[in-house]
């Protein structure tokens, strides 16, 4: 059977729903791993994962990328907000400075030495499952792991 790749969280969404906004923010040389790093462009399919109310983890939509920002130095947070927003938002997907700022992530990385390397994507959602699967309790520090246990 062919692996599947399977992200921990959805990443930020709209409240209608449907699409989505991932993204990373890596040290200089750091170099992300698993990763689809020949994946991760548009058309490029795979599951999100994320904490379920009743508790435990479970595949809970299927993500398309529709656009993607490759792997780019930026120099601080406003920087990457800058960035991000020139490339991916519009209309019916963007945040705000505030809330960009104030993300938990954002945060944590706004701490740590600068410059640092954004990746970021937008993908349409499809809800499904919960799908429980056993190897959705841990993941690699990246974020990403790959299963066979569930196809596209």
Known sequence: MRETWIRLRLGWTPPDGGSALSWVLWQPGYTPAPWPTAELKPAFTYYACDELRGG???VIARATVT???PPTEVVSPD???ELVAERLFDDTLSI???PWHTNAYNRSKAGAPWPQRITA???ATESVGPHLLPELTRFPRTGWLRS???SL
């Open 67 to 69: 656009a993607l920002l």
């Open 79 to 81: 920087a990457a907000h």
């Open 96 to 98: 705000d400075d505030l």
């Open 121 to 123: 994507w937008r993908t």
């Open 56 to 58: 435990g983890r479970g």
């Open 148 to 150: 066979d246990r569930i």
